[in-house]
Every structure is written in structure tokens, then in C-alpha cells.
């Protein structure tokens, strides 16, 4: 199973990223999606998930009415579009999957993760 995070880059605050994740493998249509994110000198912070049919969605508080995540099954992709990025929204984002539930925001319970992909947003 391979996670491949793209989409990554350098804006300015209020501006807009895309992230996405093409997965490989059987696992992609049977494990709940998300991204993650660290900044420097900082934990990983969960940001958002979406479950297998991708009728649910989970959001951290801190991003909430900003970022969105989507999932198109068909092409083993799951996205992150991120808008009115803030410069505390600079991180490395990562993309997980993992047979949890909905909800779920403990790093350690996502088996799966990509390479992660960096976002940096300039004030």
C-alpha cells in the first residue's frame, strides 16, 4: 500500500492550495481517509477524514470552514482543498488511510501514511 501526497506550496495568506493523495493497493476503497499535518518543533495534529462511502466528513476545529476533504474512489484519490490559509496553517500535510472509524484523530491509529507534501504560507 503507497500513499503519494502532491499539491503542496508556497502562498500567500488568503490564498488557496489543493492537496491530493493517489493511493495504490486494495486499501483505498476500504479505509477511512485523512490528512495530518506538522509543523516545525510540533506534534502531528490531525485535520480531516473521510469515511469509506465519503458521505462523512471530520474536520479539527482550526480548519474548519476552510479546508475540505473529498474522495473520488473511482480514482483511488482523496483531496484536501485548502482555502484562506493562514500563517499557521505551514506544515508538512500528510495523507493517511487506516480501517478506523469516523472520528478517529490519534496519529497512531492510522495505519497507512504518505510522504507528506509541505505547505508554507507567507503573511
Known amino acids: 500500500v503507497q500513499l503519494q501526497a502532491s499539491g503542496g506550496g508556497s502562498v500567500q495568506a488568503g490564498g488557496s492550495l489543493r492537496l491530493s493523495c493517489a493511493a495504490s493497493?486494495?486499501?483505498?476503497?476500504?479505509?477511512?481517509m485523512g490528512w495530518f499535518r506538522q509543523a516545525p518543533g510540533e506534534e502531528r495534529e490531525f485535520v480531516a477524514a473521510?469515511?469509506?462511502?465519503?458521505?462523512?466528513?471530520f474536520y479539527a476545529d482550526s480548519v474548519k470552514g476552510r479546508f475540505t476533504i473529498d474522495r473520488v474512489n473511482a480514482k483511488n484519490t482523496v483531496y484536501l482543498q485548502i482555502n484562506s490559509l493562514k500563517p499557521e496553517d505551514t506544515a508538512v500535510y500528510y495523507c493517511?488511510?487506516?480501517?478506523?472509524?469516523?472520528?478517529?484523530?490519534?496519529?497512531?491509529?492510522?495505519?497507512?501514511w504518505g510522504q507528506g507534501t509541505q505547505v508554507t504560507v507567507s503573511s
Open positions: 493497493g486494495r486499501t483505498f476503497s476500504s479505509n477511512t
Open positions: 473521510i469515511n469509506l462511502s465519503g458521505a462523512i466528513r
Open positions: 493517511v488511510a487506516g480501517t478506523v472509524p469516523i472520528g478517529t484523530i490519534q496519529s497512531e491509529e492510522y495505519a497507512y
